[in-house]
């Protein structure tokens, strides 16, 4: 019977802090949302020694060869890699124990990259929270006719964030329930607790005895997530509430097919394949760069002339669902607003328009953009805070009240006029 080989075992180096720092960077990529497991940081760990290490550049791929293997990971880990090794005397230290030659020296990038966030909360989580608890003293609050804190940044504009507060934010977004807006097709698929007798399986089923048997089979209409498309402005007023917005589109596309995002200013932009990315911070990195107008002007008329002219018959199909984000404020002619609107609002099933000025008290549908694009669509909200969000799954998945009804709009602001 042959021995079961025991697994290799790797020297130590003469500190003895080289298997340990590796260990330690494998598991903050772990916390960074990267598939590392023990068996990988061993084998870094036996890659680093059998290689050798004579510059950064080769510790760097080194690691990255073993640790790495998504395409979608490369950012976060590259960000790891110059957080935990920035310190030039320790990656140089390391380097002189195996090389008698001294690293070339080179310039330490300072742009901030795409997965950067999250591989700072994963590095130095544990040392923050001892320092926040070392240095800040401990209050007592009587909370009992106060609002918590996750009820606060439910109604928080997103305008009014902190860094921290729209982070949290993020998260909140990536956890919220999605819509279950499912629709009945055409098709049929087999269920034995269908309402339809099925023919055809019924007479494939009675084959099988010569035509002597012949059981009941049953079908039902088969349901599917109707398409979503998001026409989101990215001018210079709508670019933060587009930008946080667009995280919850980024859950969206990873959890249900045929979500197509458009971005415009003054032209439009197709920004779909960027947003399929695994990454939210890389997905929104990639769309940044793809729009030439972005915190532009806004032209929207024209925008959603090129989508109807381009667009509309390749993604508007199934019963597909229409978000338009912007806040309304035209700067060309209305009047091809308003037909482009009619198109657009005929092509699909439901249009909803998120409008950010809705935060405030005393809006009213007075500017001329607003009032030529009210006519056609289907539901007025806001997408100013992570409750409106919320409003909005749920409006996806079933309807609006009143509030969301565009004629309670126009007939406010005309009552609003005359008086």
């Not at 279950?180 to 097709?185: E, G, H, K, N």
């Not at 339809?196 to 494939?204: K, L, N, Q, T, V």
């Amino acid at each position: 019977m042959s021995a079961v080989a025991d697994p290799p075992k790797v020297a130590a180096d003469p500190d003895g802090k080289l298997a340990d720092n590796i260990a330690y960077f494998a598991r903050a990529l772990r916390k960074a949302g990267l598939k590392v497991g023990p068996s990988a940081t061993l084998d870094a760990i036996a890659a680093v020694k059998a290689a050798g290490l004579t510059s950064r550049d080769d510790f760097y791929w080194t690691l990255h060869a073993v640790l790495i293997t998504r395409h979608e990971d490369d950012a976060v880990f590259e960000e790891a890699f110059r957080l935990f090794w920035r310190s030039r005397e320790l990656i140089e230290k390391m380097i002189a124990m195996f090389s008698p030659k001294a690293p070339p020296r080179q310039s330490e990038r300072e742009k901030k990259r795409a997965g950067e966030d999250r591989a700072a909360e994963a590095m130095f989580e544990g040392a923050r929270d001892r320092i926040t608890k070392q240095e800040r003293p401990e209050i007592e609050i009587d909370a009992s006719l106060t609002v918590s804190g996750n009820e606060v940044l439910r109604q928080k504009d997103f305008a009014q964030m902190s860094v921290r507060e729209i982070e949290e934010a993020k998260q909140a977004i990536a956890a919220l329930r999605l819509p279950a807006d499912w629709i009945a097709t055409r098709r049929f698929r087999p269920d034995p607790r269908g309402d339809r007798i099925d023919p055809r399986a019924m007479m494939r089923a009675s084959m099988r005895t010569g035509g002597d048997l012949v059981l009941p089979k049953f079908r039902s209409r088969r349901e599917i997530h109707p398409p979503l498309v998001v026409l989101a402005d990215i001018s210079g007023s709508m670019s933060q509430y587009t930008r946080v917005f667009l995280h919850f589109i980024h859950a969206l596309t990873e959890k249900r097919r045929r979500v197509h995002t458009f971005l415009f200013g003054t032209r439009l932009t197709n920004v779909t394949r960027q947003m399929r990315h695994k990454d939210p911070d890389e997905a929104l990195a990639d769309c940044a760069g793809a729009v030439k107008d972005w915190s532009g002007g806004t032209r929207i008329g024209e925008a959603l002339a090129s989508f109807n002219l381009t667009w509309s018959r390749r993604v508007l199909t199934q019963g597909a669902v229409v978000i338009l984000i912007t806040d309304g404020l035209e700067r060309d002619s209305v009047d091809e607003l308003s037909k482009q609107m009619e198109r657009l609002h005929k092509s699909c099933r439901r249009l909803i328009w998120l409008n950010p000025l809705l935060r405030f008290d005393g809006f009213s549908a007075r500017a001329k953009g607003v009032r030529a694009m009210l006519p056609h669509v289907d539901e007025f909200r806001s997408v100013h805070s992570l409750e409106a969000m919320s409003a909005l799954c749920e409006a996806l998945s079933g309807g609006g009240g009143r509030e969301t009804d565009p004629r309670w709009w126009m007939d406010a602001a005309d009552r609003a006029m005359a008086a």
